[in-house]
């Protein structure tokens, strides 16, 4: 089976070119975050098709698939757990948490965190998140942030509050991009909340975070923050 499902992705490789541009794009070189990561060139729509016809897969496939060094057999191996956490989500969520080490590139965080993690402990404990949180892996971190949207999505904030006033001063770009998306999300819902957590936090929030945060203000408070 699984031997099937990697020559319907290769399949799917319509323009071999795109491979190195995504090798690129996701910063697969010496020394950074991606490196070592290798890709075949498929798009995220062909990968949710494939997933679809697959979902019946056993969670040994997955595993297999997420041990990949192929990005794109890791990430149809996540879209696969989207699509079984439909029918199962206590037996999924635990499976994700398990091998979270292999949700170890941005889109692979940002497409299925939010709707497995997220979604599975929203009326639960939240101890995972902040876990995550304090880790000193970027990835792990990046889960405990963006996990929060799905609360975002159910006008609960203050876990994506607490988690953003973790990680306000790490040191990584794709950490202040993930925190300022979240807390931009939730201005779009409480933008009294969003205004007091500026005004304590402004002044030392990395540059990028503040810019992702207030990109929906008016231009009068945008400037605001900025010069402050």
Known sequence: MINKLKKDLREKVTRPEKAKIMAGFF??????YGEGDIFLGVTVPDQRKIAKKYKDVNLKVIKELLSSKIHEERLTGLLILLEKYKK??????????????YVNNWDLVDLTSHNIIGD????????????????????????????????????????????????????HDLIHKATGWMLREVGKRN??????????HHKKM??????????????NKKLFYMKK
Request: glycine share 2%.
């Open 120 to 171: 599975y402990i929203l009326n639960k404990n939240k101890d995972l998140l902040y876990k995550l949180a304090k880790s000193k892996n970027l990835w792990k971190k990046r889960i405990a942030i963006v996990s929060t949207y799905k609360f975002i999505k159910n006008n609960k904030f203050q876990d994506t509050i607490k988690i953003s006033e973790i990680l306000i001063n790490d040191k």
């Open 88 to 101: 199962n989500k206590k037996e999924i969520f635990e499976f994700y948490s398990k091998n979270i080490k």
């Open 27 to 32: 910063k697969t070189g010496k020394g950074q």
């Open 206 to 219: 990395p540059r990028t975070m503040l810019r992702y945060t207030i990109e929906k203000f008016e231009n």
């Open 191 to 200: 933008l009294k909340l969003i205004e007091t957590f500026l005004n304590k």
